[in-house]
């Protein structure tokens, strides 16, 4: 497996799902959105966020880690938030 160095914490919404099955051994509680980023650097990343978020492909998002609290505890995760849109329009 290789790692990837984020560069760069913002990036669009290539893809996404919002999860309400509960998984067996999952570390998020759901609902929550899982999406695959396309950060400003060119690197693609699939992450989460729990907000209750009005998404759409190509949304402007910025990454983060936040502490996710979860029925076995407190975990760090990397998670994403809507940034606001450079076009005032929409």
Partial sequence: MSETTITDHNGVIESFTVVHQEIAQSLIDPPYVLAEIRLNDGNCIRCVSTE?????IG???SLTTRKLETGSGTRLGLVFALKC???TNE
């Fill in 59 to 61: 949304s402007e998002v």
């Fill in 85 to 87: 849109s450079r076009n």
């Fill in 52 to 56: 209750e978020l009005e998404l759409s």
